[in-house]
């Protein structure tokens, strides 16, 4: 995949005041882009969900923490797609993905990520509103 439906902007903005030593937070990320809520929101949302500063989003936080701001799960059909292929699939709507140890969001077919992710496989969808 070429980096046209990829985008680092927000996903990667500096973290701000307060959490320029958090690490292991793209599930904060990714909630931070694909609910629209600021970085301290997602952060203060997830941790209320049991996640430990400087450490990964297990999926039943990032479950809890999306439903609460008004996420759903979205079913997968049959077997694990790649990030390709469910760009490819749903080209339209906002989604946070879990892949193998990662968390990004899905914007109207834009993957917002740190770096381009393609072969990856979906294990997991939340559909934002």
Same mark, same amino acid.
């Given at each position: 995949?070429?980096? !046209?439906? $990829?985008?680092?902007?927000?996903?990667?903005?500096?973290?701000?005041?307060? /959490?320029? @030593?958090?690490?292991?937070?793209?599930?904060?990320?990714? %909630?931070?882009?694909?609910?629209?809520?600021?970085?301290?929101?997602?952060?203060?949302l %997830? !941790?209320?969900?049991?996640? !430990?500063?400087r450490?990964?989003?297990?999926?039943?936080?990032?479950?809890?923490?999306?439903?609460? %701001?008004?996420?759903a @799960? $979205?079913?997968?059909?049959?077997?694990?797609?790649?990030?390709?292929? $469910?760009?490819?699939?749903?080209?339209?709507?906002?989604?946070? %993905?879990?892949?193998?140890?990662? /968390?990004?969001?899905?914007?109207?077919?834009?993957? @917002?990520?740190?770096?381009?992710?393609?072969?990856?496989?979906?294990?997991?969808?939340?559909k934002?509103?």
């Amino acid at each position: 995949m070429d980096t !046209k439906g $990829f985008s680092r902007e927000r996903y990667a903005t500096p973290k701000p005041p307060g /959490f320029e @030593h958090e690490r292991a937070d793209c599930g904060v990320r990714a %909630l931070m882009v694909g609910t629209g809520v600021e970085y301290p929101a997602a952060h203060a949302l %997830l !941790k209320r969900q049991g996640r !430990k500063d400087r450490e990964g989003t297990f999926n039943a936080q990032m479950e809890r923490a999306a439903l609460e %701001l008004g996420a759903a @799960h $979205f079913p997968l059909p049959g077997r694990y797609p790649t990030v390709n292929q $469910f760009v490819r699939d749903n080209p339209r709507g906002t989604f946070i %993905l879990r892949l193998n140890s990662h /968390f990004l969001a899905v914007i109207d077919g834009t993957v @917002h990520n740190w770096r381009p992710v393609t072969r990856a496989y979906v294990y997991r969808v939340w559909k934002c509103n």
